[in-house]
């Protein structure tokens, strides 16, 4: 899972950059919500020189954020709609820091919560170089996660309806003997249908939202397949077993930049596959995986070991069944699936998986 002294020591350099950067100049921490935000501002010592409370228009925010000098660092949680923000304040020429919602929640138990509260926090913990950051991804790799996300949702949409389709049908006991809805034999027998008034109605209603949903479904695709079809990552990807074009889509979409990860194990860690770790003196305790992170890079992972994938990480999957029974399937298929994830890693970063070639060549022989 890769050294605690490297990590360590790749996060004490990444502290003393950002503290090296900051020192000496005016935080501004700003705690934004969705019609108005609090800009609180604190000086090199972290006395706090005050507060403003605006109504979220981007002038008026630059404006504030300005009082503390050209440039100054800015914190910013990353809350619902945060792009607009830090846009604003990135044209602007600010070094904006985007605080993660999961490390700022695990410090705010206090007894009393003000906007004023956290905007100074925000800033206080920047200043000090213990803000838990976020990635702050360029637009054009926004645009990119937006067009998978919108898929995967259309896709369970699209899932919903099918599964209401089945339901409708079971209250007048009846069972299609076609597994795919999409499919021409499920139309076939879907026309053949009599059902009596609103059900009717309704089976109508459900089917021209089924058309309509993979016409947007193939719309997204045709748009990803443009996005990415020279992008180098995405052909690398392309070549693995088990992945596809809507898996190698969403790895692109939602690592990113590759190189902010420090280790194979840091991409894993990230996507929630890591187990929980509990110490406090002797104890030590290793728990289920976070599953904090990513959901949607932790789903095609998972997903991309059920579809024939490469030998070496088939046979991490195979070890497990075969020394813990079946009982352990499901611990067999986060194995598999952080071993993938391993091997999107080095793919992306050198062009080459040799955890992947090596396997394939021992085979050979």
Same mark, same amino acid.
């Given at each position: 899972?890769?050294?605690?002294?490297?990590?360590?020591?790749?996060?004490? !350099?990444k502290?003393?950059?950002?503290? &090296? &950067? *900051?020192?000496? #100049? #005016?935080?501004?921490?700003?705690?934004?919500?969705?019609?108005?935000?609090?800009?609180?501002?604190?000086?090199?010592?972290?006395?706090?020189?005050?507060?403003?409370?605006?109504?979220?228009?981007?002038? !008026?925010?630059?404006?504030?954020?300005?009082?503390?000098?050209?440039?100054? %660092?800015?914190?910013?949680?990353?809350?619902y709609?945060?792009?607009?923000?830090?846009?604003?304040?990135?044209?602007?020429?600010? $070094?904006?820091?985007?605080?993660?919602?999961?490390?700022?929640?695990?410090?705010?138990?206090?007894?009393?919560?003000? $906007?004023?509260?956290?905007?100074?926090?925000?800033?206080?913990?920047?200043?000090?170089?213990?803000?838990?950051?976020?990635?702050?991804? %360029?637009?054009?790799?926004?645009e990119?996660?937006?067009?998978?996300?919108?898929?995967?949702q259309?896709?369970?949409? &699209?899932?919903? !309806?099918?599964?209401?389709?089945?339901?409708?049908?079971?209250?007048?006991?009846? @069972?299609?003997?076609?597994?795919?809805?999409?499919? $021409?034999?499920?139309?076939?027998?879907?026309?053949?249908?009599?059902?009596?008034?609103?059900?009717?109605?309704?089976?109508?209603?459900?089917?021209?939202?089924?058309m309509?949903?993979?016409? /947007?479904?193939?719309?997204?695709?045709? /748009?990803?397949?443009?996005?990415?079809?020279?992008? %180098?990552?995405?052909?690398?990807?392309?070549?693995?077993?088990?992945?596809?074009?809507?898996?190698?889509?969403?790895?692109?979409?939602?690592?990113?930049?590759?190189?902010r990860?420090?280790?194979?194990?840091?991409?894993?860690?990230?996507?929630?596959?890591?187990?929980?770790?509990?110490?406090?003196?002797?104890?030590?305790?290793?728990?289920?995986?976070?599953?904090?992170? &990513?959901?949607?890079?932790?789903?095609?992972?998972?997903?991309?070991?059920? @579809?024939? %994938?490469?030998?070496?990480?088939?046979?991490?999957?195979?070890?497990?069944?075969?020394?813990?029974?079946?009982?352990a399937?499901?611990?067999?298929?986060?194995?598999?699936?952080?071993?993938?994830?391993?091997? *999107?890693?080095?793919?992306l970063?050198?062009?080459?998986? #040799?955890?992947?070639?090596?396997? $394939?060549?021992?085979?050979?022989?």
């Open positions: 899972m890769g050294s605690p002294r490297i990590r360590s020591a790749y996060n004490r !350099t502290r003393e950059a950002r503290m &090296s &950067s *900051i020192a000496g #100049r #005016r935080v501004v921490g700003v705690d934004l919500h969705l019609h108005r935000s609090v800009i609180a501002i604190i000086d090199e010592q972290g006395s706090e020189l005050g507060w403003v409370r605006i109504d979220n228009d981007p002038r !008026t925010l630059v404006a504030e954020c300005r009082k503390a000098g050209r440039g100054a %660092p800015v914190a910013i949680e990353a809350t709609g945060w792009y607009w923000a830090v846009d604003a304040l990135l044209a602007a020429g600010f $070094d904006v820091h985007l605080a993660h919602p999961y490390g700022m929640r695990a410090m705010r138990r206090k007894r009393v919560k003000t $906007d004023a509260r956290d905007a100074y926090e925000l800033a206080h913990l920047l200043r000090l170089g213990s803000l838990p950051e976020a990635y702050i991804a %360029p637009p054009e790799l926004r990119l996660r937006e067009l998978v996300r919108h898929r995967r259309l896709v369970k949409t &699209s899932t919903a !309806t099918k599964a209401g389709v089945r339901a409708l049908l079971a209250k007048h006991n009846i @069972r299609l003997a076609a597994a795919d809805l999409d499919g $021409d034999l499920a139309a076939a027998l879907l026309d053949d249908l009599d059902l009596p008034g609103t059900y009717a109605v309704r089976l109508a209603a459900q089917r021209r939202l089924l309509l949903l993979a016409d /947007e479904v193939s719309a997204v695709d045709i /748009e990803l397949d443009q996005r990415l079809k020279h992008h %180098p990552g995405y052909r690398k990807l392309l070549t693995v077993k088990g992945i596809g074009p809507v898996l190698a889509a969403v790895f692109i979409a939602e690592i990113g930049d590759i190189s990860f420090p280790s194979a194990a840091a991409l894993c860690c990230w996507a929630g596959l890591t187990p929980r770790h509990h110490e406090s003196d002797l104890t030590v305790r290793r728990g289920h995986i976070s599953k904090e992170g &990513s959901k949607l890079v932790r789903w095609a992972a998972v997903e991309a070991i059920q @579809r024939g %994938p490469e030998p070496a990480i088939k046979a991490v999957r195979e070890s497990i069944l075969a020394r813990r029974g079946k009982t399937r499901n611990v067999a298929k986060v194995a598999a699936a952080r071993k993938m994830l391993e091997a *999107i890693y080095y793919l970063r050198d062009g080459e998986a #040799r955890c992947l070639t090596a396997a $394939d060549s021992s085979a050979a022989a």
